[in-house]
């Protein structure tokens, strides 16, 4: 009878164990899905979870960071916050955001925003939109981290003609060219992309990383170039 209770017991702690384990992408009461936000009115109030995936220099008391849950990406533009708590929102980061809709020239993104962090982590893999480009789907994509896989160079120059300062790339597939950026606020001059550029020139192929921005089309945001 004594192993019987055990047993048991044991069972029951498992059990216990099990019901603990937390869905990390299950919104909060009161928390949009992603399909909700995108489907939002501009100007519309809008509450979201979801985690950090990168971030444009502190200033000014204010962050603009790139975030991602399972089923889309969200931009929030200057939100507030003070030079600790950008260095705690980490790659990763879990964090609710209430703010407003708003887009900027195509780029839908969430502005007088602020948070809070909660628990979880989560860094999400690129998702290869290759196949996607010059389709109306790629939109759909917005602010994702995303890859694309053998594109061709055709320009690279410096805002402003002066290096240290953004960097605009043209690449093309299938004939079709689009203009992509390496944001100095995003990936300066200190970082790999950045560098990586001085010695790409027109024709070289490439695969990319980055987040999928939008400017009047899209105007992905790279954070890796790797040469072919």
């Known amino acids: 009878m004594k192993k019987i209770i055990v047993l048991a017991m044991a069972f029951v702690m498992v059990l216990g164990l099990a019901s603990c384990g937390k869905d990390i992408h299950a919104k909060s009461e009161g928390v949009m899905t992603y399909s909700e936000y995108a489907a939002a009115a501009l100007e519309a109030e809008v509450v979201i979870e979801a985690f950090v995936q990168g971030k444009q220099s502190w200033w000014d008391n204010k962050g603009t960071f790139y975030l991602q849950d399972k089923d889309g990406g969200y931009f929030v ?22 703010g407003y809709k708003a887009e900027w020239s195509g780029e839908v993104e969430i502005v007088d925003a602020k948070f809070e962090i909660l628990e979880g982590t989560y860094v999400a893999e690129p998702t290869d939109v290759t196949a ?77 990383e980055g987040f999928l921005y939008w400017y009047n089309g899209v105007n992905t945001h790279i954070t890796s170039v790797v040469k072919k």
């Open 77 to 98: 533009y200057e939100m507030a916050c003070t030079e600790e708590e950008y260095n705690k929102l980490t790659v990763g980061t879990k964090i609710k955001v209430t």
């Open 132 to 208: 996607l480009l010059g389709k109306d789907e790629l939109v759909e994509k917005q602010n994702m981290l995303v890859s694309f896989s053998s594109l061709t160079i055709v320009s690279v120059s410096y805002k402003n003609d002066e290096p240290g300062d953004d960097i605009y790339v043209t690449v093309s597939k299938d004939g079709a060219n689009y203009d992509f950026c390496v944001e100095l606020y995003l990936t300066g001059p200190e970082t790999d992309v950045y560098k990586a550029f001085a010695d790409l020139k027109a024709g070289d192929v490439v695969d990319i």
